[in-house]
């Protein structure tokens, strides 16, 4: 069983930036594939980037490519989402996801083994 739990939210300027973390329980958490999702109030929650197990492959939705950096640091079972240039319409919940089959990606209706419990993040306009 795996636990992740997120940290690094808040609110934060337009064109600001956050440091999202992502902490798994575990001895495995590098069998993992890591990745984070957010979900806007009134939205349908949405891909917002991947990383493979070794950190050497990383996807990212259209909207935050440029922006967004996932990495990872197996050695502190710890899966990060640097986000620069913020705007508002990235406010949202960001939930960090583990699956020890594949890659995550943005398939729809794809279940994933573990989630964490969110973390906020708002960007003032």
């Known amino acids: 069983q795996v636990q992740l739990v997120e940290s690094g939210g808040g609110l934060v300027q337009a064109g600001g930036s956050l440091r999202l973390s992502c902490a798994a329980s575990g001895r495995t958490f590098s069998s993992y594939y890591m990745g984070w999702f957010r979900q806007a109030p009134g939205k349908e929650r949405e891909f917002v980037a991947a990383?493979?197990?070794?950190?050497?492959?990383?996807n990212y939705a259209d909207s935050v490519k440029g922006r967004f950096t996932i990495s990872r640091d197996n050695a502190k079972n710890t899966v990060y989402l640097q986000m620069n240039s913020l705007k508002a319409e990235d406010t949202a919940d960001y939930y960090c996801v583990g699956d020890a089959r594949s890659m995550i990606t943005a398939t729809p209706g794809r279940t994933y083994n573990y989630w964490g419990q969110g973390t906020q993040v708002t960007v003032s306009s």
């Open positions: 990383i493979n197990r070794s950190g050497g492959s990383t």
